[in-house]
């Protein structure tokens, strides 16, 4: 840091002075040769050397001008200000990038854009809903690299004005790998445009008894379901949550892919909406759920499939699946997580959405 840097520039001049008032001393060469060496180790610094190096040859230069340049002062002011200058030229670009990363990713508000669970879907999962809710859970823990991304936004909204003068290369630090780029923020969150609807709707004979699919579909389409819902929650596109209200780099949910299953071919999905609206709705969109481009989406009421399948997954469930032929639907829950708890409030196992599916068999 400049700070720790000055006083080891300090520790120099202070050896040698000595030398250019007695250039010729063998005695004064080796104490100031030995003080720079042990100075620019224990500086772990490459501005020490560097300033040590010029100090070197101006003291070898001395001797030549000394007729004309009165005091040593000029020689020793510009062997520290060449590395010095140089380092603070870097520092200057690193603060002006450093605050054009803090304009590309600001902290934002998510307390409007994630409405706090209601009280009337706070029912946590039950009986094998619950096994599979922390096996979801589990999946959510964020890889190496979407943590550090984590930690560079919070190095970046964090840092203040002492950026500029404790930038490493001023101090102690320097050969530490810590500053904050665009290619760190980025990592690999980023992801391409959500899919289009893979088919049509289908339709549905709302007269004809919903008998629930068998234990087999089921578990189809609870993996169907949980590889998709891990896809469209993203947790490598988090970001930094200091709060509800300071999230950065937060990339919107949505899916990324059409998830997939053996024996089942997706033809819908569609949010169930359970917090913004008064009652339940269905958000109509011809790509599947993005939640920045369902913002101002039109709506539809639950159809009668939909508000049946609700009432078990408000209960604790974790889907309601049933089979006509070769169709077949379903609604999976959206629960509150622990790591979701942290922008969307409430507590963790809150209902806050669901999926309705139409598949087809293959």
């Known amino acids: 840091m400049l700070y720790v840097s000055l006083f080891f520039v300090l520790v120099l001049l202070w050896f040698a002075w000595p030398v250019a008032r007695e250039p010729g001393s063998s005695a004064r060469w080796f104490q100031f ?18 300033v040590f190096a010029l100090l070197v040859i101006a003291l070898g230069v001395w001797p030549l001008v000394r007729a004309r340049v009165r005091t040593f002062a000029p020689l020793a002011a510009v062997a520290i200000a060449i590395p010095y200058g140089c380092v603070s030229r870097d520092a200057a670009k690193d603060l002006a990038e450093h605050q054009r990363l803090q304009r590309e990713y600001p902290f934002e508000s998510l ?3 994630a409405p706090e669970p209601r009280t009337a879907f706070r029912a946590p999962p039950t009986g094998h809903a ?4 922390d096996s979801f859970e ?16 919070r190095q970046l909204h964090d840092s203040n004005v002492d950026t500029f003068v404790n930038n490493p290369g001023f101090g102690v630090f320097r050969m530490v790998p810590s500053r904050v780029t665009g290619e760190r923020l980025k990592g690999r969150s980023e992801r391409g445009e959500s899919p289009a609807q893979p088919g049509s709707p289908v339709p549905w004979d709302a007269s004809e008894p919903l008998v629930p699919a068998p234990d087999a579909d ?34 919107s949910h949505r899916f990324s892919k059409v998830p997939e299953a053996e024996v089942w071919q997706v033809q819908r999905i569609e949010l169930i909406g359970l917090l913004k609206h008064p009652g339940p709705v269905v958000y109509l969109s011809e790509k599947l759920p993005a939640m920045s481009e369902l913002q101002n989406a039109p709506t539809r009421k639950l159809d009668s499939f939909e508000a049946r399948a609700l009432e078990p997954i408000r209960a604790g469930d974790d889907l309601f699946a049933t089979r006509r032929g070769e169709i077949a639907r379903f609604v ?4 509150s997580t622990k790591q979701c708890v942290e922008c969307h409030g409430g507590t963790r196992g809150d209902l806050l959405g669901a999926f309705s599916y139409t598949l087809r068999a293959r």
């Open 33 to 50: 040769l030995l003080c720079g060496g042990v100075t620019s180790f224990l500086s772990c610094s490459l501005l020490i050397p560097a």
């Open 111 to 113: 307390s409007a854009r």
């Open 130 to 133: 619950a096994i599979q809710f």
């Open 138 to 153: 589990s999946a959510l823990d964020r890889n190496p690299d979407a943590l550090a991304r984590s930690v560079y936004l």
């Open 218 to 251: 089921r578990g189809a389409l609870r993996k169907l379901h949980g590889d998709g819902l891990l896809d469209f929650v993203n947790p490598d596109g988090w970001g930094y949550i200091k709060d509800r209200d300071r999230v950065a780099g937060f990339l």
């Open 332 to 335: 999976g829950a959206i629960r």
